[in-house]
């Protein structure tokens, strides 16, 4: 159980396009998931938290209309690069948040995205 | 603001040898810590936990934590490893575990198993 898909898995795009990354849960509903990014050979940093059917919640220094967040369904958000630029190639890894007995939170990630801009 | 350090950035161990990894925090209160393994290419996967009580924690794929708070830390343990447990690891802490907790990460370990 708690399993969380993302797609692609890879995608390479031409600057000035956009993308769209999926991540899903597959086997539960999560309101809230959750966007990091990764360089290579660091660590993960979260760019915002993705609430169902509200805006998304940006951390400092994520520019917002350039990362879309979209929650529409307790199953799915998806994270839209607009005109991106090569400086946005990194590894993408969303999480979903799920409730555990006791009323604690726990966060099962997605096996990332790996976005290459030319 | 919590924050976590991960002061080995390498580590090489021989296959069977017992592993430990440095994980550590920076939180005024009581904090909520993680342990991942990330493969290369693959997204994190949860080894274990620290919430409250016990601080010797068990996880998967035969991995240990110990909380301890007088030092600030929550080392990862392995007795014996073994060549599939080559992967980054990271250490992570959040402050609460209700609402939309967020997670701090450190960099990260990186690990070798030589035969």
């Known amino acids: 159980g708690a399993v969380v898909s993302q797609h692609p898995s890879w995608v390479i795009c031409k600057s000035g396009t956009s993308v769209k990354i999926e991540c899903r849960s597959l086997?539960?509903?999560?309101?809230?998931m959750f966007w990091y990014r990764q360089f290579p050979k660091q660590s993960l940093m979260l760019m915002a938290t993705s609430n169902e059917g509200s805006k998304a919640t940006y951390e400092q220094g994520v520019e917002k209309d350039k990362f879309l967040i979209n929650h529409a369904s307790l199953t799915l958000s998806t994270l839209t690069v607009t005109s991106a630029h090569p400086e946005d190639s990194s590894f993408y890894i969303c999480?979903?948040?799920?409730?555990?007995?006791?009323?604690?939170?726990?966060?099962?990630f997605g096996p990332g995205t790996r976005l290459t801009v030319t | 603001a919590q924050s976590v350090t991960q002061p080995d950035i390498h580590i090489t161990v021989s296959e069977g040898a017992s592993l430990e990894l440095r994980c550590n925090y920076s939180?005024?209160?009581?904090?909520?810590l993680f342990w991942y393994v990330q493969s290369p290419g693959q997204g994190l996967q949860l080894l274990l936990k620290y919430f409250s009580g016990d601080t010797l924690v068990q996880g998967i794929k035969g991995f240990e934590a110990e909380f301890k708070r007088s030092q600030s830390s929550f080392n990862l343990r392995k007795p014996s490893v073994h060549w599939s447990d080559a992967a980054e690891y990271f250490c992570?802490?959040?402050?609460?575990?209700?609402?939309?907790?967020?997670?701090?990460f450190g960099t990260g370990t990186r690990l070798t198993i030589i035969p």
């Open positions: 939180y005024g209160a009581t904090p909520y």
């Open positions: 992570a802490v959040a402050k609460s575990n209700f609402g939309n907790e967020k997670l701090t």
């Open positions: 086997d539960f509903q999560a309101t809230t």
């Open positions: 999480s979903a948040r799920i409730q555990t007995s006791g009323g604690l939170y726990e966060q099962y």
